[in-house]
């Protein structure tokens, strides 16, 4: 478990960043580097193989939480762990503060970032999950330019992305949302801080009648990217959300679902515990949203 | 009734909650692991390992390999195999031959197949990478009943056949006994692979010592007999052999058993003439370590009458030991020695099988097999109360063997030394709050939550009689289990305790300095513990099977009593009067009655070292002695019957975890973990629940978490961290202990074994809790580990029976 040979490179700007990223003069693999979690682990496996690896941890356009009123930015190389500790995090984005405890441990978030987990795209991390569900705007650089770019149709395939070589994933643009909201996340994995088998999260709001006005539920670990449900959304909006009728709106999760087995849980595993966490998220979104 | 360590307030040091000896150099980041070994010029290897479960090898080029800067040597199986010995298999088979290398065919994916020897480990590993071995992969022997049918590909097809050992004991009048019994419950468990993992792999660093001819090995090591097995491999004399002790192990648990990595290296570093390092990396030592645990499949037959006794019982068991048995294969034969646990069986049939198989070898665990067993017999237990009505307490109060029967002889001829069962079940239950824990769940289930309760006990053998060996292979004749102490005081009246064999967490330092301490009335701070490496060593059988407490405790207190004596006698001799008359306390030597006439400990030793005028005509100058000793009740092979005497002393424990169930997930939370414990005197207590605390982890590990899976076709699916479950922080509870003291007559204190009750107890306390939780829904599970898929999936199939199909 040592890694092949690579070249090292630590950028303190991100035009360098994107230079480096961008100089393709010859069939080199270059890779960033961010907080490492997943990244270093594959390389000293050799599973994955850089050439060249740039190191993007001293830029510091990359780091920092804003908070813009209608949206909170979060630059793509900011620990996990100071999104999770910080108060505009729990303020704003309650369904970002409630997913990121589950993000493996708390010493893997202090390394890890928002924006490595996001371009990593797993199908079952929770970021790119919560990213999804409230459809952050993702800014992303590179050598001749700049781009935003919705999380809806951002993660393509398992461990894939709409990211092109050369770009650099910068900021995260999530929404806030209005008024009277509950925010929820469950997840089982077969240990605290293990990848979710199945992840689900929800955040709901209601007008002051109480009925639901806006809704937005996702689901992990559950197809080859994380995965919106738009029909569980659209059974709730404009109706008052009881329990029969969650428990309606939820029927046809199985089917929404595009499930694969691995050594700790089977397809049909997740199928039957979709649903029942989607539950569990809105249930408790709703209570958090019910005064 | 003895009760709460009664024997402590006669100690000094002994059972007192003193600081270890170790604990300051491995918090202060001190200790001296293999890694830390930093030799000049040493070489490192990377291993090319098999992709295939089973395949002929068919050509290795190690030329792009050997042209790379840096490489120094390729060495293969067939390379290895003329120059070195095969390894050591603990039943006989001629024709399972075992090397460091696969020769001509691979018998499991991750098999070692050639050794990369480099400047550093990553040249090595890149070299690896072009060693081009071509193979023809071959159907693999997966499935621990597949591979006993008589189409099976067969691992090693000069042995004819995948069965490496088949066996039946009969103790007792089995069949009288089952035709007396008023019911019998036959019911299969399942122990699933799994292993202690710990952190640190296994490394070792070896130099051949051209000046001296001595081949040199530092290992992260927990083996008996490692030199002797290495100089036979090496085909060097023992005298040849330099294992240097001590060297800190970082966890182990039985499994550092590295004998094809140190006869590889040792190959190496001859061959070379530079010191060559193996330390694996987790790949290497979760897929190609040789370090899987027991895998088996219980049938077993309970013959009980109605009050819930049990009069007999048939264990049929199949183990299932991967590419190459080594002395692991012995793990079906120590359960012998307390085969039917804490209960008054008059019988038993015991009926072992050990099958081999395309996985990774198995190696001594933990409790060497008895944690299966003993989930497989408190299975049995728990099953008969339910079918009963019985309480699961009370049906073990009923077969208890009773305080005042011991030592009490089981079928199998083993006497066990003293207990008293009752009491510490009563005091767990106490304890743990079991009436409370009880309304606990009853509230819970109510509710309709899954919450259980679970008891279970546990007999933990100490000592190390390994005669079962015998049992299992006639041709072992070894009765001789010593363990030995060499103890001396220095000129200035120091004292020093050299013991024979590494260390490998257990406390030995802290355990031979309070011993010690303890007879000399000196501070065991003060006491030094040096590791004699293995060529300055005396006899020793080395730390395993729970038994240092036991054996080095006894060997050294044994030779302090002698070196106390001997002071007394010079004592005496220098103050003119008899030894009956010198009272020894406090490092003071005193005539009896006349407190003026005395000797200091100074005086004594300036005597005994310096004053040869002083001394006594019949005593040897200096303060030194050596204590070999053997293991109590031993010494025998088994008579015409099969009945022996296996191990000395036996330890018990009452484990009662409180867990929930979630429906929908099927994930298991410990709710509460309590637990009563009885190794007789214990010699330190923070070692004793340390080693407690952390058996219950591992069994938690092997109760609800770790399993190697394999896929049908002979691919392991669990080799690293992220699929292989250990238990972390988050998922072992606050464990609840307290304990009970009955000592053993047999040894110096009373002190027994506490190294393996933990993990023998804990999977079946789980199991029996997870089984209490579901059993309002009539589930009973019996294979562990109960990973939280299978407990959804048994809820499920509850939820939704298979609708019977239309004729």
Same mark, same amino acid.
């Given at each position: 478990?040592?890694?092949?040979?690579?070249?090292?490179?630590?950028?303190?700007?991100?035009?360098?960043?994107?230079?480096?990223?961008?100089?393709?003069?010859?069939?080199?693999?270059?890779?960033?580097?961010?907080?490492?979690?997943?990244?270093?682990?594959?390389?000293?496996?050799?599973?994955?193989?850089?050439?060249?690896?740039?190191?993007?941890?001293?830029?510091?356009?990359?780091?920092?939480?804003?908070?813009?009123?209608?949206?909170?930015?979060?630059?793509?190389?900011?620990?996990?762990?100071?999104?999770?500790?910080?108060?505009?995090?729990?303020?704003?984005?309650?369904?970002?503060?409630?997913?990121?405890?589950?993000?493996?441990?708390?010493?893997?978030?202090?390394?890890?970032?928002?924006?490595?987990?996001?371009?990593?795209?797993?199908?079952?991390?929770?970021?790119?999950?919560?990213?999804?569900?409230?459809?952050?705007?993702?800014?992303?650089?590179?050598?001749?330019?700049?781009?935003?770019?919705?999380?809806?149709?951002?993660?393509?395939?398992?461990?894939?992305?709409?990211?092109?070589?050369?770009?650099?994933?910068?900021?995260?643009?999530?929404?806030?949302?209005?008024?009277?909201?509950?925010?929820?996340?469950?997840?089982?994995?077969?240990?605290?801080?293990?990848?979710?088998?199945?992840?689900?999260?929800?955040?709901?709001?209601?007008?002051?009648?109480?009925?639901?006005?806006?809704?937005?539920?996702?689901?992990?670990?559950?197809?080859?990217?994380?995965?919106?449900?738009?029909?569980?959304?659209?059974?709730?909006?404009?109706?008052?959300?009881?329990?029969?009728?969650?428990?309606?709106?939820?029927?046809?999760?199985?089917?929404?679902?595009?499930?694969?087995?691995?050594?700790?849980?089977?397809?049909?595993?997740?199928?039957?515990?979709?649903?029942?966490?989607?539950?569990?998220?809105?249930?408790?979104?709703?209570?958090?949203?019910?005064? | 009734?003895?009760?709460?360590?009664?024997?402590?307030?006669?100690?000094?040091?002994?059972?007192?909650?003193?600081?270890?000896?170790?604990?300051?150099?491995?918090?202060?980041?001190?200790?001296?692991?293999?890694?830390?070994?930093?030799?000049?010029?040493?070489?490192?290897?990377?291993?090319?390992?098999?992709?295939?479960?089973?395949?002929?090898?068919?050509?290795?080029?190690?030329?792009?390999?050997?042209?790379?800067?840096?490489?120094?040597?390729?060495?293969?199986?067939?390379?290895?195999?003329?120059?070195?010995?095969?390894?050591?298999?603990?039943?006989?088979?001629?024709?399972?031959?075992?090397?460091?290398?696969?020769?001509?065919?691979?018998?499991?994916?991750?098999?070692?197949?050639?050794?990369?020897?480099?400047?550093?480990?990553?040249?090595?590993?890149?070299?690896?990478?072009?060693?081009?071995?071509?193979?023809?992969?071959?159907?693999?022997?997966?499935?621990?009943?597949?591979?006993?049918?008589?189409?099976?590909?067969?691992?090693?097809?000069?042995?004819?056949?995948?069965?490496?050992?088949?066996?039946?004991?009969?103790?007792?009048?089995?069949?009288?006994?089952?035709?007396?019994?008023?019911?019998?419950?036959?019911?299969?468990?399942?122990?699933?692979?799994?292993?202690?993992?710990?952190?640190?792999?296994?490394?070792?660093?070896?130099?051949?010592?051209?000046?001296?001819?001595?081949?040199?090995?530092?290992?992260?090591?927990?083996?008996?007999?490692?030199?002797?097995?290495?100089?036979?491999?090496?085909?060097?004399?023992?005298?040849?052999?330099?294992?240097?002790?001590?060297?800190?192990?970082?966890?182990?648990?039985?499994?550092?058993?590295?004998?094809?990595?140190?006869?590889?290296?040792?190959?190496?570093?001859?061959?070379?003439?530079?010191?060559?390092?193996?330390?694996?990396?987790?790949?290497?030592?979760?897929?190609?370590?040789?370090?899987?645990?027991?895998?088996?499949?219980?049938?077993?037959?309970?013959?009980?009458?109605?009050?819930?006794?049990?009069?007999?019982?048939?264990?049929?068991?199949?183990?299932?030991?991967?590419?190459?048995?080594?002395?692991?294969?012995?793990?079906?034969?120590?359960?012998?020695?307390?085969?039917?646990?804490?209960?008054?069986?008059?019988?038993?049939?015991?009926?072992?099988?050990?099958?081999?198989?395309?996985?990774?070898?198995?190696?001594?665990?933990?409790?060497?097999?008895?944690?299966?067993?003993?989930?497989?017999?408190?299975?049995?237990?728990?099953?008969?109360?339910?079918?009963?009505?019985?309480?699961?307490?009370?049906?073990?109060?009923?077969?208890?063997?009773?305080?005042?029967?011991?030592?009490?002889?089981?079928?199998?001829?083993?006497?066990?030394?003293?207990?008293?069962?009752?009491? *510490?079940?009563?005091? #767990?239950? /106490?304890?743990?709050?079991?009436?409370?824990? =009880? @309304?606990?769940? !009853?509230? %819970?289930? $109510?509710?309709?939550?899954?919450?259980?309760?679970?008891?279970?006990?546990?007999?933990?053998?100490?000592?190390?009689?390994?005669?079962?060996?015998?049992?299992?292979?006639?041709?072992?004749?070894?009765?001789?289990?010593?363990?030995?102490?060499?103890?001396?005081?220095?000129?200035?009246?120091?004292?020093?305790?050299?013991?024979?064999?590494?260390?490998?967490?257990?406390?030995?330092?802290?355990?031979?300095?309070?011993?010690?301490?303890?007879?000399?009335?000196?501070?065991?701070?003060?006491?030094?513990?040096?590791?004699?490496?293995?060529?300055?060593?005396?006899?020793?059988?080395?730390?395993?099977?729970?038994?240092?407490?036991?054996?080095?405790?006894?060997? *050294?207190?044994?030779? #302090?009593? /002698?070196?106390?004596?001997?002071?007394?006698? =010079? @004592?005496?001799? !220098?103050? %003119?009067? $008899?030894?009956?008359?010198?009272?020894?306390?406090?490092?003071?030597?005193?005539?009896?009655?006349?407190?003026?006439?005395?000797?200091?400990?100074?005086?004594?030793?300036?005597?005994?070292?310096?004053?040869?005028?002083?001394?006594?005509?019949?005593?040897?100058?200096?303060?030194?002695?050596?204590?070999?000793?053997?293991?109590?009740?031993?010494?025998?092979?088994?008579?015409?019957?099969?009945?022996?005497?296996?191990?000395?002393?036996?330890?018990?424990?009452?484990?009662?975890?409180?867990?929930?169930?979630?429906?929908?997930?099927?994930?298991?939370?410990?709710?509460?973990?309590?637990?009563?414990?009885?190794?007789?005197?214990?010699?330190?207590?923070?070692? *004793?629940?340390?080693?407690?605390?952390?058996?219950?982890?591992?069994?938690?590990?092997? @109760?609800?978490?770790?399993?190697?899976?394999?896929?049908?076709?002979?691919?392991?699916?669990?080799?690293?961290?992220?699929?292989?479950?250990?238990?972390?922080?988050?998922?072992?509870?606050?464990?609840?202990?307290?304990?009970?003291?009955?000592?053993?007559?047999?040894?110096?204190?009373?002190?027994?074994?506490?190294?393996?009750?933990?993990?023998?107890?804990?999977?079946?306390?789980?199991?029996?809790?997870?089984?209490?939780?579901?059993?309002?829904?009539?589930?009973?599970?019996?294979?562990?580990?109960?990973?939280?898929?299978?407990?959804?999936?048994?809820?499920?199939?509850?939820?939704?029976?298979?609708?019977?199909?239309?004729?």
């Amino acid at each position: 478990m040592k890694a092949a040979e690579f070249e090292y490179f630590r950028p303190t700007t991100l035009d360098e960043a994107c230079g480096l990223l961008a100089d393709t003069g010859d069939d080199a693999d270059r890779c960033l580097l961010a907080g490492g979690q997943t990244l270093v682990p594959m390389m000293a496996m050799r599973l994955a193989r850089p050439t060249h690896l740039i190191d993007i941890n001293r830029i510091t356009e990359l780091q920092g939480i804003r908070d813009l009123g209608g949206s909170v930015e979060i630059g793509a190389g900011t620990r996990q762990r100071a999104v999770e500790k910080d108060p505009i995090t729990r303020r704003k984005l309650p369904l970002l503060a409630a997913a990121l405890p589950h993000v493996g441990h708390h010493q893997t978030r202090n390394r890890g970032t928002v924006g490595g987990s996001i371009v990593l795209g797993d199908a079952s991390a929770e970021i790119p999950l919560v990213a999804l569900i409230l459809n952050a705007t993702l800014i992303i650089h590179r050598r001749d330019g700049r781009r935003e770019t919705m999380a809806d149709g951002f993660f393509e395939g398992p461990m894939m992305t709409a990211l092109e070589p050369g770009d650099i994933l910068t900021t995260i643009r999530f929404p806030v949302w209005d008024g009277t909201t509950g925010s929820a996340f469950h997840e089982v994995a077969p240990r605290k801080g293990d990848y979710a088998l199945v992840s689900a999260g929800a955040q709901v709001a209601l007008d002051a009648n109480g009925t639901c006005i806006r809704a937005a539920i996702g689901v992990g670990g559950c197809a080859p990217t994380p995965l919106r449900l738009q029909a569980v959304e659209d059974a709730l909006v404009g109706q008052r959300l009881t329990d029969a009728l969650i428990t309606q709106a939820i029927a046809p999760v199985p089917d929404l679902i595009d499930p694969e087995s691995s050594v700790h849980a089977s397809a049909a595993y997740r199928r039957r515990a979709a649903p029942q966490l989607v539950q569990r998220a809105l249930l408790d979104a709703l209570s958090e949203a019910r005064p | 009734m003895p009760d709460d360590r009664p024997a402590a307030s006669n100690y000094r040091y002994i059972s007192q909650p003193r600081r270890t000896k170790e604990d300051k150099r491995f918090i202060t980041g001190r200790g001296a692991f293999v890694q830390d070994v930093q030799l000049a010029h040493t070489k490192h290897i990377a291993l090319v390992a098999s992709p295939y479960p089973r395949a002929n090898i068919l050509s290795i080029d190690t030329s792009a390999a050997l042209a790379m800067d840096g490489v120094l040597d390729v060495i293969t199986g067939a390379e290895l195999t003329e120059h070195t010995d095969r390894l050591y298999h603990g039943v006989d088979l001629p024709n399972v031959r075992w090397h460091p290398l696969a020769v001509d065919m691979t018998r499991y994916a991750g098999e070692w197949v050639a050794a990369v020897i480099a400047d550093s480990r990553y040249i090595a590993e890149d070299a690896a990478e072009l060693v081009a071995v071509e193979y023809e992969p071959l159907d693999a022997a997966i499935g621990i009943e597949r591979v006993m049918e008589p189409d099976a590909p067969l691992v090693h097809p000069d042995h004819g056949s995948n069965i490496l050992l088949k066996k039946k004991f009969v103790w007792g009048a089995v069949d009288d006994d089952f035709a007396a019994a008023e019911h019998t419950i036959s019911y299969r468990a399942r122990w699933g692979r799994s292993s202690a993992v710990p952190i640190e792999t296994f490394g070792v660093i070896t130099r051949w010592s051209e000046k001296d001819e001595v081949l040199e090995v530092w290992a992260s090591i927990q083996m008996p007999q490692y030199q002797e097995q290495i100089a036979d491999a090496l085909r060097i004399p023992l005298n040849a052999v330099r294992v240097h002790n001590y060297i800190d192990v970082g966890g182990s648990y039985g499994v550092k058993r590295g004998i094809k990595q140190t006869v590889l290296s040792g190959y190496a570093a001859r061959k070379l003439g530079c010191p060559v390092r193996l330390i694996e990396d987790r790949i290497d030592n979760m897929s190609g370590g040789d370090a899987h645990g027991p895998d088996r499949l219980f049938d077993v037959t309970l013959a009980y009458n109605g009050d819930g006794l049990i009069r007999s019982m048939k264990m049929r068991v199949v183990d299932d030991v991967g590419a190459y048995p080594g002395r692991s294969i012995q793990q079906l034969g120590k359960p012998i020695s307390a085969l039917c646990g804490p209960y008054r069986m008059s019988s038993i049939e015991y009926d072992v099988t050990s099958v081999t198989s395309n996985k990774t070898s198995q190696v001594a665990v933990r409790g060497f097999g008895q944690a299966p067993t003993n989930f497989a017999l408190e299975t049995g237990v728990e099953k008969i109360a339910r079918r009963l009505g019985l309480d699961r307490t009370e049906i073990r109060r009923r077969n208890f063997i009773r305080h005042d029967e011991f030592p009490w002889k089981i079928p199998s001829g083993t006497a066990y030394d003293s207990g008293d069962y009752h009491t *510490v079940l009563d005091k #767990a239950m /106490r304890f743990a709050g079991w009436d409370a824990l =009880i @309304a606990q769940r !009853d509230a %819970a289930r $109510a509710e309709g939550r899954l919450v259980g309760l679970g008891i279970a006990t546990c007999l933990e053998p100490g000592g190390g009689n390994n005669i079962f060996e015998h049992l299992l292979n006639e041709k072992i004749q070894i009765t001789t289990f010593v363990e030995s102490a060499l103890l001396k005081i220095d000129g200035q009246g120091q004292v020093t305790v050299a013991i024979s064999t590494h260390t490998a967490g257990q406390g030995h330092q802290t355990l031979a300095a309070t011993v010690a301490g303890e007879e000399l009335e000196r501070d065991p701070d003060g006491i030094r513990v040096v590791h004699l490496d293995s060529l300055e060593a005396l006899p020793t059988r080395g730390p395993v099977a729970s038994r240092m407490a036991i054996m080095l405790g006894s060997a *050294v207190s044994k030779a #302090a009593r /002698r070196l106390r004596n001997r002071m007394i006698h =010079i @004592a005496a001799h !220098d103050l %003119a009067v $008899a030894d009956t008359e010198v009272e020894y306390a406090d490092g003071e030597f005193t005539v009896r009655g006349d407190p003026a006439r005395k000797r200091s400990w100074l005086e004594i030793v300036f005597i005994a070292h310096r004053q040869l005028h002083r001394m006594p005509p019949d005593t040897e100058p200096g303060l030194q002695t050596i204590e070999v000793h053997a293991v109590p009740g031993g010494g025998k092979l088994p008579n015409e019957k099969g009945e022996v005497q296996i191990y000395p002393c036996f330890s018990f424990q009452a484990h009662i975890p409180l867990v929930e169930i979630d429906r929908v997930t099927g994930q298991v939370e410990i709710l509460d973990y309590a637990v009563a414990h009885d190794c007789g005197t214990v010699i330190n207590p923070k070692i *004793v629940r340390g080693m407690m605390m952390g058996g219950i982890g591992h069994g938690i590990g092997a @109760a609800l978490y770790e399993k190697f899976d394999y896929t049908e076709d002979g691919q392991l699916l669990s080799g690293t961290f992220l699929d292989y479950l250990l238990p972390s922080a988050h998922e072992i509870p606050d464990i609840r202990d307290t304990e009970h003291c009955t000592p053993s007559p047999l040894t110096s204190h009373g002190q027994k074994g506490s190294g393996e009750g933990g993990y023998l107890g804990a999977p079946a306390a789980l199991a029996s809790a997870v089984n209490d939780a579901l059993e309002p829904l009539d589930i009973s599970l019996t294979e562990l580990p109960m990973r939280l898929a299978d407990i959804e999936a048994a809820l499920h199939t509850h939820a939704n029976p298979v609708p019977e199909t239309a004729p």
